[in-house]
């Protein structure tokens, strides 16, 4: 894990370099790597304000800590951001990080398209919208 910063950051620089043309720096995609813990970096973004519109969510994988970082990510991503994880399929199945999507798809109404070991959310829907804050209705 200790060398997938630096390799992240190479390719990041190299794909930039690629769009110097582009003259509308503000539309530009941005990348914010955070060296940080799963619920340090998204309780930051959303301290600072950050929102993001795809996010991966590979941390912890029993249920309390997908659950935590699910719900954390979820704050963070714009309406109309995809999440999507790893390790779906794990030999606690039921009990840890399947558990949590599922159920947290459940309580949003969203749908969770397994892919391998992946998983993804469906969109999430614009704002005072079924996935959204449907509990407050």
């Not at 690629?18 to 990348?31: C, N, Q």
């Not at 993001?52 to 309406?79: K, M, Q, T, Y």
């Not at 992946?118 to 919208?129: A, D, F, I, Q, T």
Request: net charge neutral; proline share 7%; with cysteine.
């Amino acid at each position: 894990d200790a060398l997938l910063l630096p390799q992240f950051m190479s390719n990041v620089v190299a794909a930039a370099a690629g769009a110097e043309d582009d003259d509308d720096a503000v539309s530009r995609p941005r990348v914010l790597p955070l060296p940080f813990s799963t619920a340090s970096a998204l309780r930051a973004l959303c301290e600072w304000g950050v929102y993001a519109d795809l996010i991966e969510v590979d941390a912890g994988h029993d249920f309390h800590s997908a659950w935590a970082d699910i719900n954390l990510a979820w704050a963070v991503l714009r309406p109309g951001g995809v999440m999507f994880g790893h390790d779906y399929f794990t030999s606690a199945d039921d009990r840890g990080v399947r558990r949590a999507v599922t159920l947290f798809a459940r309580v949003k109404g969203l749908a969770v398209r397994p892919h391998g070991q992946h998983w993804v959310l469906s969109p999430k829907p614009p704002r005072g919208r079924r996935g959204d804050d449907a509990r407050r209705r």
